[in-house]
């Protein structure tokens, strides 16, 4: 049988009302929450692709698991567990549990910025990452391929690191001022885009040739060992489990947000190969942080529900039906002419809204109109990942212009079916169709940081 999207590997025996709502409701709703889909009462909304993350469905594996959650303040059973899985995946000799991805950024970095002036480089560095990058006193670089800026063009790995560029900013700058590079894997920012593993060879070699250490940022590490199976010549007969052990080798450190390839709704890992003076250190500086060692901010339970995660999220059948999920909603909406990032990276589809809504200038934030008219149209909750989120020059007080203007249509893990995605599909074609009628957007209310998250705005007239 030759099945263009598989179908789920697993059946449901638990579900979740989800509330049906009227276009004259989801209209008062949006017009209360300030234009902002953030804020939004999730009740309020049909279908949640706000984000990936912590939002997926757990096994009953994985319920079963939680009963069994050593809840011990120091040396917990549970940690042993989550230890022995996190060593077979990784290979690596220490595991500190964190209570999400930035608990592990904000315990590791700062061990990594040992003066002032020094920098990371990143094919792409994630919001959180970059913020902690910054709060240690570093600088946060990045080298994506440029073909990742152009969403029409097929290129089989978009997240990649652009080499030349990495080499010439350690140049530049000076490979003693280099922290680390961290790979990103998958590239979020890039739109869940994967790095090659020839990529990552290559990163390493750089990184031998000036001693400079190497970190993974791999929230989607078990995606990207997928899309390397697919799509990279030599890997299509090596499990996902040699393909991501592969990329490990070639790392210092891991830091993983466990709310995505963990599937667990909390959790984080700081994973260190074998440098024992981090470890201790990382050791003594996340008691204040995160919490006792042994559990980094997690409940026994959580520890417990991460160690079934891991393992269930490297399982080929699940990570091809996932994937299959992202490209349905991405062809769906490409054969109705919808500008998509193409090919879908890993876990969302990004629509390219510098297209979609053209009349609308980059300071009236063209995705975030977009994603209103999606709402009001569906019910349907996207993210605008663009101007409104990237805020202004500190110095000029400018809204800075973003090169793309996104809307991402984030897919939960094992949450919803075929037929709510192609539901999303025919709100996002609707509301292409009406494209010319969507105007800007303006503030009501702007908070001074992270405005995405509180502000007020109002349609222009
Ligand atoms: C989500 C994410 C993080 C941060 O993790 P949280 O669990 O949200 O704190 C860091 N890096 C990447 C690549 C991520 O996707």
Not at 173 to 199: D, F, H, R
Not at 379 to 403: A, C, M, Q, W, Y
Request: net charge negative; hydrophobic share 35%.
């Amino acid at each position: 049988m030759n099945n263009k999207y598989v179908a789920p590997p697993y059946r449901i025996k638990m579900v979740e009302p989800i509330k049906v709502t009227t276009k004259e409701e989801r209209i008062k709703f949006l017009k209360d929450a300030g234009y902002n889909p953030f804020s939004l009462r999730s009740e309020d909304v049909y279908i949640d692709l706000l984000t990936d993350s912590g939002t997926g469905a757990m096994s009953h594996f994985q319920w079963g698991a939680l009963m069994q959650g050593d809840e011990a303040y120091a040396g917990s059973r549970s940690f042993f567990r989550l230890e022995k899985v996190a060593k077979g995946i990784t290979g690596y000799k220490y595991i500190i549990p964190a209570h999400q991805g930035r608990g592990a950024e904000q315990v590791v970095l700062p061990q990594l910025v040992t003066r002032d002036g020094m920098f990371f480089i990143s094919n792409m560095h994630f919001d959180t990452t970059r913020a902690h990058v910054e709060l240690a006193g570093a600088r946060a670089l990045d080298c994506t391929i440029e073909e990742a800026m152009d969403t029409t063009t097929y290129h089989p790995f978009k997240g990649n690191f652009d080499l030349p560029r990495l080499e010439e900013l350690i140049l530049e700058n000076g490979k003693e001022n280099i922290s680390g590079i961290i790979m990103t894997i998958t590239n979020n920012s890039a739109g869940g885009q994967p790095v090659s593993m020839e990529n990552m060879h290559e990163v390493k070699k750089i990184a031998n040739k000036y001693d400079i250490t190497i970190l993974i940022d791999g929230a989607r590490y078990a995606e990207n060992a997928y899309f390397v199976k697919q799509r990279e010549p030599g890997y299509e007969n090596k499990s996902i489990r040699e393909i991501a052990l592969e990329a490990f080798e070639m790392a210092d450190i891991f830091l993983m947000s466990s709310k995505k390839d963990g599937l667990s709704n909390i959790g984080g890992l700081i994973c260190i190969k074998e440098d024992e003076d981090l470890y201790n250190q990382c050791r003594t500086y996340i008691v204040p942080m995160e919490g006792f060692p042994t559990y980094g901010g997690l409940a026994g339970r959580d520890m417990e529900a991460l160690s079934v995660g891991l393992e269930e999220a490297l399982e080929e059948d699940y990570l091809l039906h996932r994937l299959d999920q992202v490209r349905f909603l991405g062809d769906k909406l490409r054969e109705a002419g919808v500008p998509i990032q193409y090919p879908t990276g890993g876990h969302a589809v990004f629509v390219d809204c510098k297209k979609f809504a053209p009349q609308i200038p980059y300071d009236l934030f063209p995705a975030q109109s977009v994603c209103n008219a999606v709402y009001i149209e569906s019910g349907v909750r996207p993210v605008e990942i663009g101007s409104f989120l990237l805020g202004r020059d500190p110095d000029t007080g400018k809204n800075l212009e973003s090169p793309l203007e996104l809307m991402r249509l984030t897919i939960p893990r094992r949450t919803y079916t075929y037929k709510h995605l192609e539901y999303v599909a025919d709100a996002v074609i609707e509301v292409y169709k009406n494209r010319e009628k969507l105007v800007g957007l303006e503030f009501d209310y702007e908070p001074p940081v992270l405005r995405h998250f509180t502000a007020r705005l109002k349609p222009v007239k």
